[in-house]
Each structure stands twice: as structure tokens, then as C-alpha cells.
């Protein structure tokens, strides 16, 4: 037999002690047999043969041992052992199992994501060897990663033999058709690539070609398209006959040519791509000679032996170069510091393992944070078990003097105890393992917005496989570990007799419960911080009503979205129409246009000479709306008139402007009458102030508003601003109905609920609060549940010292008190610790935060009372049941 | 006493030996055969036979099954193996050796 047979042994051994039996009982039998045959009588036979075959206890023992591993029988053993003593007490262990489980899943699903946006490199060849290039301006000091067309090419020439670079637009949704699908309008995701893009990231076809760098030659030349591997099977079922299929974007004709090999979703974690056209294909051709027009990003793959630091000084020569032509066109009045400054321009090569990602951007500190939390509620989930660990081996502390008295080895009570642990933890995992997969996903779904869902790969691997085993190794060390290392160096003297002294071990405890207080506290701390930001947040006035309006773009039929046309009079007083007619649709309150939404993402920057001031002080947001505006979107109007329709003359010369704005530049006076110029358009053109409208934000919950001014609508260009009565989703088809049968070229666009983009700009902060009120109440659980264990534990320890106690006429109160004292030293100890931490921790937390600072009032007393409350409703029924405690009855038990 | 302990490490060498020449042989058997063959003069520790045997079979010298008796009872009946019967010719030449030695001090002692 093999050590295979002994291992299956090792899981069976009643069946080979069966067998062992057996053996043994036949031989018995047949000596005795033996006996009476040659007279002997049966009795004495029976006797003869057991005598002569010894002790068969011990003859079991020693082929036991031959026939199975030893040590692998006793762990199970062990294990045996431990489970039926965790399901003795079922609700001890429940709770632990769920506590545990909790923590491990919630670290687990912080891992998973942490992993899958910031950790895990792109599925592409040698992903080490990728680089993205970044340039940095002192006047404006981030790293911006987009780039011009013309610098890009002097770049890829200049490193050309070292460094292949190649080029990506920012993936966006885009209307395509498919030839053959009857003319209906799809989004798909799609991004603009360099020609070698796809093949320097070392991806392979997985039909037809990839793009190549013939593809990459002359602006509108080359209409082919690469799908991803996804998207040919979720929209195609992954048919081959794909290949040659032609769609239109707008009014551009592309072909499918090829589709890239499976696992590739593209470059940027959390953000899928359906499909590449080449650069060369860009909508508005004049940016790829357009040394003003950033809208690309630059990435690289270093060739075999050249690093990163090798081809910056060529690139940044490349970079000097380009700054100092685009210098020479400044104006001549440009003060001198502001050149040199504009000179001292550098370019960074940067690793991208991982590819770009501006999720990673908006996530990686939120999701360390989550991180780091999720550990703290697996430290204070650790200590919760190993105070019920410590409780547990002192209340079975008899039953370890006994076995340590009648010979069994430390090492074996060790093993015993940490086997127990195992088990638990083992447990905990496969629910924590369940637990993340159902809570990582949904995280996701927290990250995406209503415009740009987020994709991660989740699936499970042994990175997180890794991981698990490792938390729950971890967690087995910390919380079995040392409380086993005490119970097994119990000394058998002292232990067995009877009431030994175990105040050491008390103060195991009490410190066990200190460090859990503390780790409790920071996560209420951190989470409190995060919820009192997000409540800021939500109490921000914006300045405009956000329900019921809903956003519906105006887009153009005609080939060429920027033509001039729509910027004239005549287009600006169709628009006007256009509002006309959706005001007639039932359902429709009122209705504006506006050439972008608030929140939308778009911006007007412009630069006003007002008189009086110097320039260069003039930078503020226009915003072109239509009449009725205000009112559409519940802007306050403070001061003098709003926009009318007689407004909008051939060159408009009214204005509105909103309270920052008047703040700024007329302080202490009224702006109503005043006149200003716009510095880069209709120079010489006054706007008259009509009115003072109320401060409105832009784009960003948290920004304040900028300097903003209102204006007549420039054209047929933009967005519909809707305010319904009742369920928008029933008045849209309508509106849409309405603006196709408008005629003049134009139909309608995307839809959006102007709460839904509020709503997606606080999208991080949401998730945020959302998972720290989560943890704050997981925390706040877990401490609960400790605090009680550790006080009934107390209780139950000293029931006769109570007694004695008042018997000789203590009052309840003062056995209350006693009973508490000690777990509110340690709760003091725990708070203090905790504050000393909280502040280490945040540090980091303090830059996501609004309007609220670590360390004001409510953030202190917030976690400080929600503690101090969970503490007493933990501490009141051991406290109760002290308080009850009958000296007689206390006393009989001994 | 002194009977047994001249068995203890020549046991397994017996063991094999008899299985080599009589075939299958339960517990009992073995222990009858030994005691048959030298004329009762090795008595076998029968504690320590059963132990022997469960090793033997572990270390894949002799290999065991369950069979019925002429009396149609069920005994776990033992047979050398391929691997055992190499054994048995080591374990002959070294008992040969020893005794040999043992032998030669006897006669110039």
C-alpha cells in the first residue's frame, strides 16, 4: 500500500479499526478453537489465547500507525474535535462565522476591485514594457495627457528604432448603423487608434486583420474598423461573415476588417471598447495639422533594451522645441513671466502596465480608502474572535491542565486549538467567497454613470484565490494564535485548583477589547467623515432646480456638425421656433434651449474687458441660452429683466449676469445698465447688464460658481431644456416626435434627466458614503457584539466574588459599577488609541471631503456617540444580571 | 523468555519465508506454521505479529485479502509479493552472514 492508501485511511479509520478487529478476533478464536480440540475446556482456552496474544489495545495501536499517516489522522481528528466543540455553542460560533465572513467578503470585494483598476496589468504582450507620455505646464500644475497631432508625429519620428508610439482618442459613444440591420441607430463605444496602435500593444486577430500602419496615412483615406472580441460575439454571435460588412458613423462609410483576439477589451480598466477606426478617420480632419487641438493620448512601447529614462531627453528636446515655436506666436504685449514659464514646459514618460484610466484616476484613492477600512473591520472582526477564543480557553482551561497533567505535549493543544481556528476561518471564507462575489459587481455598478457605465473583470482568479487564502491564514494567526499559545501554557498546577488566580489573562482580554475599540472607532471616524461630506453635499444649493427637467440634444442631419450655418440670425431665430413648438407638446410646462446643459460637461470659457480693469481679469463662463431659460430651469432671477425674444437681433448686446459676477467686477454697486465688452469676440460690441441672476454651478457639486454670464442663444446648436409635469419618460417620445417633425435639418439626440447628471458628478461621493455607512454599522455591530462577550464572560467569571460581595452588603449599584469599570478603562483606552489613528488615517481622506474637516466637532462626537451607545446597549444585560446576582444562590454553586 | 526474544528482528524473514513456500496463510496460520516447523521451539510473540505483518504490507513485501476459511469464516489471508520475495533473499544472505559470525566466534571462543 502507498502513502495514498494510507491518506484515504487517515479519512476512514473506524472502517480500519473494524478491520483490525476483525483480524485480531479471528486469530483469538482459532487458537482457542486449537485449544478445545486437543481437550482443553472453552473457558480456559478463551483466556490462554488472549493471554498469549497481549494487549490488543496496544497491538491496534502500533498497526494503526503502520497502516495510516499519523499526523494527518490526528489533525482530522483535531478537527473532528473542533467542530463538534464550535457547534456546541452554535450561537457563539453563528456570530463569529458571520462577523468573520462579513470582514473577509468585504476585503475580498475591496481586493477584487483594487486589483481589477489599479494592480492587474492590460492582457497585452510584455505590458511592463508600455508607457504613456504626459506633459506638464508650471502654470497649470497636473499632468495633462492629452496631445496634439503635430507633436505627437515629431515625437514618433524623433524616437523612432527605441520607442514605437502610438495614439488614442478618448473612447466615446457613437451612433452607427450596421448595413443590413434596416437602418436602426446604435451606440457603440468607440475610440480612434493609430494604426499600430493595436498591434505595438501585441494583440492578434482573432479574425480578419487588426489595423496597420498603412492605415495611418492620409486624414479621411482609410474608413476600416476593428471590432473587439466582445462585441462581435454580444452583437454579431461572432459570425464570420462580419468581415467586409460596412456601417456609417454620421456621414462617414467605415468597414469591418478584422476583429482582435479574446480578452482584449481594450486600454482602459472599467471602460470597454467595442471598436477602432484610425486616427486618420477623426470627425474634424483639420485637427491632425492643428498644433492647438488636444485630443488624443500617447502611448508607447519601449523597444528591447531601451528604458523610459533613454528616450525622455529626446522627447523632451522635441517638446522644448515645439514650446518655443508655439511662444513665438504669443502677443507681443505677453508679460515675460509668463513665456518663461510657458518655455519651462517638460514631458514625462511614464509606465502604463496597466494602460490609462481616468476611472483609476477618480477611483484609486476612494477604493485604497475602502481598502484600508475593510481591513480595519477584518482586525476588529480578528479581535471579536479572539476575545471569544481567550474567553473560551480560559472557561476550558480545566479541561488543558488536565490533558497537559496526563501527558499530552503543548504542541499538541496548540495544534487542537489552531485547528479550531482553521476551521472557523475556512468557513468564514467560502461565505466571504460568496459574500464578494455578489458585492464586488455591485460595487461596479456604483462606479458607472448614467453616460459611461464601467466595466471591470471581475471573474474570479487566483489572485484572489491568493488573496483569500491568505486573509484567512491571517486572520487564523491573529486570532487563535496567541490565545492558544496562553491556554496551552497553562500550568496544570495552578489551573486545577480550584478558582486559580486568571487575571492575566483578564487583561488579555481587556486589551483585546481596547484594540477593537479602537479599530471601531477609526472606521466610525473615517465613515462619519465621509457621511457629514456627503450630507454637504446633498444640502449644496445649485442654484437651478434639478427634478423635472429633462436634457434633449439637437443634433444636426447634415454631414458636417460645425458648419457655420447654425451659428447665423436665421438659425438662431429657428431655434426660437423649435422652442415654440415642443411648448405645444402636451406634458411640456415650459421648455428652453441652451448650448449645453448645466453639468453636461461643456463649458464656454470667455474673457471680458470690463472698464476700469485691467485685462487678464476677465475670465469668466458664458452660457448662450434662449428665453425662457431661467424659468425652465428655476433660476432665480434677482435683479432687473430677463432674456425676451426681442433680444435676439442680428448681434445681440444683452446680457445676465449672475451674482459672483457682480460681486467681482461692481462691487458695492448695481450692475443693472452697466456695460462690459467680451474680449475675443464682437470686440468693439457693449453687452448691456439686463439683470442679476442667482449663482448657479457649472459642472461640479463641489466647485462654487465661477463668474457666469447668460446670453442669447448663437444658434440651432444644443440642448433642449425641458421641465415636465409628471413621469418625463411619457412626455419624451412626444418632445421627440415633435423636434424630428421639425424639419430644418435637425432631429433629436440623447436624453438625460438633469438629475441624473447632478446625480452622476457626486457618484464617487455617493459611493463612498454608501459603503462608510455600511462599514460604520458593520464596525459598530461587531463592537457591540465583543463588548458583550467579553462583559457576560466577566460576569459569569465572578458570580461568586459578587455574591460574596453582597452578601456582606454591597449595593447593586456598586456591583454595577464594579462589573463596568474594568471594559470602561479599556474603552477609554480604546478611544484614545483610536483618535491618535483616525487622525494618521484622515489624512488621506481629508482631499475627498467637503466642506468638513477632521476633528471638527461633529465629526468627533459623531463616532464618539454612537459608540458610547452601542457600548451601553451591550453592557446592559451583563450589567442587569450582575446587578441581579442572589449571594445565596451564588454561593451554593462552589 | 530468551526463545522469543531470539525471534524479535528474524520475524519477517520467517514470515516471508513461509509465505514464499506455503502460499496464502492468515495471522494464525503463520504463527501455527512457525511454531509446526521448529518444532515449538520459536513461539511467536503473537502481540508483536500482527504489528510485523501490518508493516510488511505497508512496505509492499507482502500483500493481504479478505478470504473464507474451511470452516467458512472470514480471516484476512496474507501472500508474498514480487517486492517480497527480493526482500527474503536479502534477509537470508544477512541472517546467513550473522549466523556465520556468530558461529565462528562460537568455535574459536
Known amino acids: 500500500m502507498s502513502w495514498l492508501s494510507r491518506l484515504t485511511n487517515a479519512f476512514r479509520p473506524d472502517r480500519l479499526d473494524d478491520e483490525l478487529e476483525e483480524e485480531l478476533r479471528f486469530h483469538l478464536e482459532a487458537r482457542a478453537e486449537e485449544a478445545v480440540h486437543r481437550g482443553a475446556n472453552p473457558q480456559d482456552a478463551a483466556v490462554e489465547a488472549r493471554l498469549r496474544l497481549g494487549n490488543p489495545l496496544h497491538t491496534r495501536e502500533t498497526s494503526r500507525d503502520a497502516k495510516l499517516l499519523p499526523w494527518l489522522e490526528s489533525l482530522l481528528r483535531d478537527a473532528r474535535f473542533g467542530f463538534r466543540m464550535l457547534r456546541k455553542d452554535s450561537a457563539v460560533t453563528a456570530a463569529a462565522l458571520a462577523s ?229 506666436g504669443f502677443r507681443a504685449d505677453e508679460s515675460r513671466a509668463v513665456v518663461d514659464s510657458f518655455l519651462h514646459g517638460s514631458l514625462h514618460v511614464l509606465p502604463a502596465p496597466n494602460g490609462p484610466s481616468r476611472l483609476r484616476e477618480t477611483f484609486a484613492r476612494p477604493l485604497w480608502i475602502l481598502a484600508a477600512v475593510a481591513g480595519l473591520l477584518l482586525l476588529i472582526a480578528c479581535s471579536n474572535l479572539a476575545n471569544l477564543f481567550t474567553a473560551r480557553a480560559l472557561a476550558r482551561e480545566r479541561e488543558m491542565a488536565l490533558r497537559i497533567s496526563i501527558g499530552a505535549g503543548r504542541g499538541r493543544l496548540l495544534r487542537q486549538l489552531l485547528v479550531e481556528g482553521l476551521l472557523l476561518a475556512g468557513a468564514a471564507s467560502v461565505l466571504a467567497a460568496m459574500f464578494a462575489a455578489v458585492a464586488a459587481p455591485s460595487l461596479v455598478g456604483l462606479l458607472s454613470t448614467s453616460d459611461s457605465p464601467a466595466y471591470l473583470d471581475l471573474h474570479p482568479d487566483w489572485r484572489m484565490l491568493t488573496f483569500l487564502l491568505l486573509a484567512c491564514t491571517a486572520a487564523t494567526l491573529l486570532f487563535a494564535l496567541l490565545p492558544a499559545l496562553r491556554a496551552s501554557g497553562v500550568s496544570p498546577h495552578e489551573a486545577l485548583k480550584s478558582g486559580g488566580k486568571q487575571s492575566v489573562r483578564s487583561s488579555a482580554l481587556r486589551s483585546m477589547l481596547a484594540a477593537q475599540i479602537a479599530f471601531s472607532f477609526v472606521v466610525l471616524f473615517v465613515a462619519g467623515l465621509l457621511l457629514l461630506s456627503f450630507r454637504q453635499l446633498t444640502h449644496v444649493n445649485l442654484g437651478f432646480r434639478k427634478s423635472g427637467v429633462v436634457l ?166 444644443g440642448t433642449l431644456a425641458v421641465r415636465v409635469d409628471g413621469d418625463p419618460w411619457k412626455v419624451v417620445p412626444l418632445v421627440r416626435r415633435q423636434i424630428n417633425a421639425f424639419g430644418h435639418s435637425v432631429r433629436a439626440g440623447d436624453v438625460t434627466l438633469q438629475s441624473a447628471l447632478v446625480d452622476d458628478d457626486l457618484v464617487r461621493e455617493r459611493l463612498l458614503a454608501l459603503l462608510a455607512g455600511f462599514f460604520a454599522l458593520a464596525a459598530l455591530a461587531l463592537a457591540g457584539v465583543g463588548l458583550y462577550g467579553v462583559l457576560s464572560y466577566s460576569v459569569v467569571r465572578r458570580t461568586k466574588e459578587i455574591g460574596i460581595r453582597m452578601a456582606l452588603g454591597a449595593r447593586q449599584s456598586s456591583v454595577v459599577r464594579l462589573v463596568v469599570r474594568e471594559i470602561a478603562a479599556a474603552a477609554g483606552i480604546g478611544i484614545a488609541a483610536g483618535l491618535v489613528l483616525g487622525r494618521l488615517l484622515a489624512r488621506p481622506v481629508e482631499s475627498l471631503l467637503y466642506e468638513v474637516k477632521a476633528g471638527d466637532f461633529w465629526s468627533l462626537a459623531l463616532p464618539l456617540t454612537l459608540l458610547l451607545a452601542a457600548a451601553a446597549l451591550a453592557a446592559f444585560r451583563p450589567a442587569y444580571r450582575a446587578a441581579k446576582v442572589e449571594p445565596a444562590v451564588a454561593l451554593r454553586n462552589e | 523468555m530468551a526463545r522469543q526474544d531470539a525471534l524479535q528482528g528474524s520475524l519477517p524473514l520467517l514470515v516471508l519465508k513461509i509465505l514464499a513456500r506455503r502460499g496464502p496463510l492468515h495471522g494464525y496460520g503463520i504463527a501455527v506454521q512457525i511454531e509446526a516447523m521448529s518444532e515449538d521451539i520459536l513461539r511467536v510473540e503473537e502481540g508483536s505479529l500482527y504489528p510485523a505483518l501490518h508493516r510488511m504490507e505497508e512496505a509492499g513485501w507482502i500483500k493481504a485479502k479478505w478470504a473464507t476459511t474451511p470452516s467458512n469464516r472470514r480471516a484476512r489471508a496474507y501472500d508474498i509479493t514480487a517486492a517480497g520475495r527480493k526482500q527474503l533473499e536479502g534477509e537470508l544472505i544477512r541472517w546467513r552472514s550473522i549466523t556465520a559470525a556468530v558461529d565462528a566466534v562460537l568455535e574459536q571462543a
Open chain 1, 100 to 328: 468573520l465572513a462579513l470582514a473577509i467578503g468585504a476585503s475580498l470585494a475591496a481586493f477584487a476591485l483594487v486589483d481589477a483598476l489599479l494592480l492587474r496589468p492590460l492582457p497585452v504582450y510584455q505590458p511592463e514594457r508600455l508607457v504613456q507620455l504626459s506633459t506638464w505646464d508650471e502654470r497649470d500644475p497636473h499632468e495633462n495627457y492629452t496631445f496634439n497631432y503635430p507633436l505627437f508625429e515629431r515625437c514618433r519620428q524623433a524616437t523612432r528604432g527605441q520607442l514605437e508610439l502610438f495614439g488614442m482618442s478618448n473612447q466615446s459613444p457613437e451612433a452607427v448603423v450596421f448595413a443590413k440591420s434596416g437602418g436602426v441607430q446604435e451606440k457603440v463605444r468607440l475610440q480612434y487608434a493609430s494604426g499600430n496602435a493595436l498591434t505595438s500593444l501585441g494583440i492578434r486577430p482573432a479574425l480578419g486583420r487588426l489595423l496597420n500602419p498603412s492605415d495611418d496615412l492620409r486624414p479621411g483615406a482609410h474608413p476600416v474598423a476593428v471590432l473587439s472580441y466582445d462585441f462581435w460575439m454580444r452583437r454579431f454571435g461572432g459570425d464570420p461573415a462580419v468581415l467586409g460588412r460596412w456601417f456609417s458613423n454620421g456621414a462617414k462609410q467605415f468597414q469591418i476588417v478584422g476583429v482582435t483576439a479574446k480578452g482584449f477589451t481594450g486600454i482602459e480598466p472599467g471602460k470597454d471598447t467595442d471598436l477602432w477606426v484610425p486616427t486618420m478617420m477623426w470627425s474634424v480632419p483639420e485637427d491632425l495639422s492643428d498644433a492647438g487641438s488636444y485630443w488624443f493620448i500617447v502611448l508607447g512601447r519601449l523597444k528591447p533594451g531601451v528604458t523610459a529614462e533613454a528616450v525622455r531627453p529626446i522627447l523632451q528636446g522635441v517638446y522644448a522645441n515645439f514650446l518655443r515655436e508655439q511662444a513665438a
Open chain 1, 552 to 717: 434633449i440634444g439637437v443634433e444636426t442631419t447634415d454631414p458636417n456638425p460645425f458648419a457655420k450655418i447654425y451659428y447665423t440670425p436665421a438659425a438662431r431665430l429657428t431655434a426660437l421656433q423649435l422652442v415654440d413648438r415642443v411648448r405645444e407638446v402636451p406634458g411640456v410646462r415650459n421648455a428652453a434651449m441652451c448650448e449645453f446643459g448645466f453639468f453636461s460637461g461643456s463649458l464656454m470659457g470667455e474673457n471680458v474687458r470690463i472698464p476700469g480693469r485691467a485685462p487678464g481679469d476677465g475670465g469668466i463662463y458664458g452660457v448662450p441660452v434662449s428665453p425662457g431659460f431661467l424659468e425652465t430651469t428655476g433660476v432665480r432671477l434677482l435683479e432687473g429683466r430677463t432674456l425676451a425674444p426681442s433680444d435676439f437681433t442680428p448681434t445681440p448686446s444683452v446680457v445676465l449676469v449672475n451674482q459672483t459676477f457682480a460681486r467681482r467686477y461692481y462691487p458695492g454697486e448695481d450692475p443693472v445698465g452697466k456695460r462690459f465688452a467680451f474680449a475675443e469676440r464682437d470686440r468693439d460690441l457693449p453687452q448691456d447688464i439686463i439683470g442679476v441672476v442667482q449663482d448657479v454651478r457649472l459642472q461640479s457639486v463641489r466647485q462654487p460658481a465661477p463668474p457666469t454670464v447668460f446670453v442669447p442663444l448663437r444658434g440651432l446648436n
